[in-house]
């Protein structure tokens, strides 16, 4: 995809691994590529701001959103991104904050929250914050009340998870544009209040 | 698909450290949680990798921090393969 990676001894180490299964007939060149061009063209943080938009200004969307994922993810143009996982929604309150990790890799839903950080990626974050999760929060300048309940979400199986954080104080009269403008991709992981 | 859990039951993680790919994280093995929901039927991934399909339940289970570490107030949730599982 760039320059800087294709160097990486890693790099080597997927080309032959990309070699190996195209040899085995299981895919093409072009096939991986039409994939990775459609995910990489589409996948963005911006996604997943537009449903917690929706969420925060319909309630019912909302319940849609927190009962079944995929399908308030289609209502919005995204099945398409969202079909190869179970889309779990989990929603902040004054009382819980959410935060997600995949500890065994770096699993979450890129559609929707574009390319995962380097920092999600790192073995730092997914040995800390199932172990330490206010401490590593306080990191990224998130400091939540002594009381507030946290819940670390380790995506190890099928299922992706997406924080709905808690709308701002003067979420009123916003229109969908302005909300989603104010949510960001780790708010979304659950690293920031919004 | 019978299911062997259910809502509400306490489950432990098994102890197991299997030679090949497993989707059992070491930080819960051995240890005690509580099942929040059945969340779907999927094949096995430590058969799956052999070429065997072997879908069963998965469960969502929480494990409480102090449970986990020893301390601390957070919980830590995460999917759990029924042969993963054994009643606590």
Redesign the interface.
């Known amino acids: 995809m760039s320059g800087g990676h294709a160097e990486l001894p890693v790099a080597a180490r997927v080309r032959a691994l990309e070699e190996r299964v195209i040899a085995a007939g299981l895919t093409t060149d072009a096939e991986l590529e039409e994939i990775l061009a459609g995910v990489y063209a589409s996948a963005s943080p911006v996604n997943g701001a537009r449903m917690i938009a929706r969420a925060w200004a319909d309630p019912a969307y909302r319940d849609r959103l927190l009962a079944d994922g995929n399908a308030a993810a289609a209502e919005l143009g995204f099945a398409a991104g969202v079909r190869g996982y179970?889309l779990k929604v989990v929603e902040n309150t004054p009382r819980v904050h959410n935060v997600i990790v995949c500890?065994?890799c770096s699993c979450y839903p890129t559609s929707l929250l574009g390319p995962s950080p380097t920092w999600y990626k790192s073995f730092a974050y997914r040995s800390r914050v199932?172990?330490?999760?206010?401490a590593v929060l306080a990191e990224f300048g998130l400091e939540l009340p002594e009381d507030t309940?946290?819940?670390?979400?380790?995506?190890?199986?099928?299922?992706r998870y997406l924080v709905l954080p808690l709308p701002p104080p003067s979420a009123d009269g916003l229109d969908s544009d302005a909300l989603a403008a104010l949510v960001s991709r780790n708010g979304l992981i659950g690293t920031a209040a919004r | 698909m019978t299911t062997r859990f259910a809502a509400g039951d306490r489950v432990r993680a098994r102890p197991a450290d299997p030679d090949g790919h497993t989707?059992l994280?070491r930080?819960v093995r051995g240890h005690v949680g509580e099942v929040l929901e059945v969340?779907?039927t999927?094949a096995l991934p430590d058969e799956a990798v052999r070429g065997v399909s072997r879908p069963e339940p998965?469960y969502?289970v929480?494990f409480g921090a102090a449970e986990?570490?020893g301390s601390?107030?957070?919980?830590?949730?995460?999917?759990l393969?029924e042969s993963y599982l054994e009643k606590a």
């Open positions: 179970l500890t065994l199932v172990r330490e999760p206010r309940e946290i819940r670390v979400w380790d995506a190890n199986s099928e299922t | 989707r994280p930080y969340r779907a999927w998965v969502t929480r986990l570490w601390g107030l957070h919980s830590v949730i995460l999917d393969w």
